[in-house]
């Protein structure tokens, strides 16, 4: 009898220590049947946890709690983005994984109601909260070749290096930057330095509105075809949800005393049909010589069926002679069926996540002189075709041929419009990304 009741004793102490509890360990594999795989998952196809954090999620592969709260913490700063369906999955997984979340110091609103209470105390001076930093980056390797441009030796061969520093202060401010630089094979140039072509503090719900960016940003709005910046855009940016509405407004300056100011509206009145029209107020661009002019730009993007998406563009400007721009590709996904919402090569084929993904992608273009601003959408000229005023096609395809390597090939062929000149573009690339 004695020695029931010492077990049963001994029990009761390792269970209440959490001796016998894998949510007492944040490092405890999470068991490879449980629910919150397919919740993260879906958030991921959602496109509310993305970058680095997307590329490496596998449902299939037994990650640890931390690493599922690392996941969560992706899409938690992204909440006010998501809708009624998605916010109710991210406050189901917040409840499961609050004390790792706070151990990573995501403390927000869907988490502190599941923490334990602490005893209140006396009141005493505290320490302020560790600011949550995460590093991450890219490694681009590339070779091209345009027909009426020889490349000797090493000069088609290209380098870029990108490292992503984030920086959350609390809740609601954060810091983000990206670091680059690049180069060509052999050239012994040692004149490209690493700079930040990212660097913005971005603050939610600034005044009733959900985001707001301000430094030198990133800049993408539509279907990219108009407005696609990858960085190096000087000024501030707003977005904000209306139920199934989006409001994106901006005024940058990605060149030298040149001043881009617009408002774009995304309708998306369900998952798989989006469309939006956009206004554009830009000042001369020394770059490219396009006179100052205003632009309206509409788009949509359609998933016919699953993994097969098409998405159109177009662009009007009050320039001198109104010239228009539009556009429009067809691409098809037979991997993990991943939906463009814009233009192809701003946006990816495929999903870095799922390995052996793969996509192709047909686009072709009719860009007349000055009829889009500046140097700063999607769509280049090389060789003897002129960035302001071509047409013709481009085929792409990527393959996520191991987990975190991405192969992408590309040809062009296209004509200036000016002249009547035609050039052809052959490229390869691997992008490489890490943590």
Do not use: C
């Amino acid at each position: 009898m004695k020695k029931k009741i010492i077990a049963g004793l001994a029990l009761t102490l390792l269970t209440s220590f959490g001796g016998l509890s894998a949510e007492g360990n944040s490092y405890a594999d999470v068991p490879q049947n449980h629910w919150v795989y397919a919740e993260i998952d879906s958030l991921v196809q959602d496109k509310l946890i993305v970058g680095y954090d997307a590329a490496v999620y596998d449902k299939n592969k037994v990650a640890t709690r931390y690493e599922m709260a690392r996941f969560l913490a992706n899409a938690l700063s992204k909440y006010e983005q998501a809708d009624t369906q998605q916010k109710t999955k991210i406050d189901r997984l917040a409840q499961e994984f609050a004390v790792e979340l706070n151990t990573l110091g995501v403390r927000t609103a869907q988490t502190k109601q599941y923490l334990p209470q602490e005893p209140v105390q006396p009141a005493k001076e505290t320490k302020a909260k560790k600011t949550s930093v995460t590093i991450d980056g890219e490694t681009l390797i590339e070779a091209m070749d345009v027909d009426s441009v020889e490349h000797a030796g090493s000069e088609a061969y290209n380098w870029r290096q990108r490292l992503h520093i984030n920086a959350d202060f609390n809740d609601r401010v954060s810091y983000k930057s990206r670091i680059q630089a690049g180069g060509k094979f052999g050239s012994g140039n040692s004149s490209n330095e690493m700079r930040f072509t990212r660097s913005f503090i971005q603050v939610k719900d600034f005044f009733g509105v959900n985001q707001f960016q301000a430094g030198r940003l990133p800049l993408a709005t539509g279907r990219y075809m108009a407005m696609a910046l990858q960085g190096d855009a000087d000024g501030f940016a707003l977005r904000h949800q209306f139920d199934k509405t989006r409001l994106d407004g901006y005024w940058v300056v990605p060149e030298k005393d040149t001043h881009v100011r617009g408002v774009n509206l995304n309708f998306a009145p369900e998952k798989s049909f989006e469309y939006n029209i956009g206004y554009i107020a830009a000042d001369t661009s020394p770059k490219t010589s396009t006179p100052a002019a205003n632009y309206v730009d509409a788009g949509l993007s359609w998933e016919m069926k699953k993994g097969v998406t098409s998405v159109l563009n177009y662009t009007k400007s009050d320039a001198p002679g109104s010239p228009n721009a539009w556009a429009a590709q067809l691409s098809y996904n037979w991997v993990s069926g991943k939906r463009q919402t814009g233009f192809y090569t701003y946006e990816g084929l495929v999903n870095n996540r799922v390995p052996h993904d793969q996509a192709i992608a047909i686009i072709y273009r009719d860009i007349e002189k000055n009829a889009l601003p500046g140097h700063y959408g999607n769509f280049g000229g090389f060789g003897k075709v002129d960035q302001n005023g071509h047409k013709g096609f481009m085929l792409g395809y990527q393959n996520m041929v191991m987990d975190g390597i991405r192969l992408s090939l590309q040809y062009q062929n296209l004509e200036e419009k000016t002249t009547g000149d035609r050039d052809h573009r052959y490229y390869g690339a691997f992008d490489m990304y890490f943590n």
